[in-house]
């Protein structure tokens, strides 16, 4: 079993900064890629940022500049650092990593609970 858990959402004003943390644990060999996804309501879950195990990253357009995506590999956790927020960057935001557990041969994308994030004065 592995789970991960999300923290760190909240209520925020417009320009405000939120760090979401997401500890991955159990049954875990190694982590691959880690990221960051948001769903807002009525609208499709999308990418927000990702990271890989050696540090390379990748963000959606909307939130580059503003928010940085970082993992402590010896920890199995991934941060998201959020400033200079907006009104649209109200969402739900999910946690992915893509796992490889003991005694298995591939990767396996897990997906955390969802925190609130509502920017809003």
């Known amino acids: 079993q592995v789970q991960l858990v999300e923290s760190g959402g909240g209520l925020v004003q417009p320009g405000g900064s939120l760090r979401l943390s997401c500890a991955a644990s159990g049954n875990i060999f190694t982590i691959n890629v880690m990221g960051w996804y948001r769903q807002a309501p009525g609208k499709q879950r999308e990418l927000v940022a990702h990271?890989?195990?050696?540090?390379?990253?990748n963000y959606a357009d909307s939130v580059k500049g503003r928010f940085t995506i970082s993992r402590d590999n010896a920890k199995n956790t991934v941060y998201l650092q959020m400033n200079s927020l907006k009104p649209e960057d109200t969402a739900v935001y999910y946690c992915n990593a893509d796992v490889l557990r003991y005694g298995s041969a591939r990767y396996v994308p897990y997906w955390g609970q969802g925190t609130q994030v509502t920017v809003s004065s």
């Open positions: 990271i890989t195990q050696g540090g390379s990253t």
